[in-house]
């Protein structure tokens, strides 16, 4: 199976960016869809942004317009650029890859946005 490695998480200030990574320990070609989840500290784990094969994207609402996914197909890495960074966006964030039969997480990174 393919894993999957998120990095980039950091502290910090409102209003920052970040870059977040998620490398693939082998080609992304084997997944339909890739994707960015996030979860807060006493809620449940929330879509971010997705990316298929086919290249269509998806954002959440709270992240349109701050946030873009967008995948390096060379490098085997799908990447979440975040700016204008908000108190709420504090969150873990999970990278994962949907085949036919199964999905693939990674452990995620955690992104901490300071007031």
């Known amino acids: 199976q393919v894993q999957l490695v998120e990095s980039g998480g950091d502290l910090v200030q409102t209003g920052g960016s970040l870059r977040l990574s998620c490398a693939a320990s082998g080609s992304i070609f084997i997944f339909n869809a890739m994707g960015w989840y996030r979860q807060a500290p006493g809620k449940q784990r929330e879509l971010v942004a997705t990316?298929?094969?086919?290249?269509?994207?998806n954002y959440a609402d709270s992240v349109k317009g701050r946030f873009t996914i967008f995948r390096d197909n060379a490098k085997n890495t799908v990447y979440l650029q975040m700016n204008s960074l908000k108190p709420e966006d504090t969150a873990v964030y999970y990278c994962?890859?949907?085949?036919?039969?199964?999905?693939?997480w990674g452990q995620g990174t955690q992104v901490t946005v300071s007031s």
């Open positions: 990316i298929t094969s086919g290249g269509r994207i």
């Open positions: 994962n890859g949907l085949e036919t039969y199964h999905t693939s």
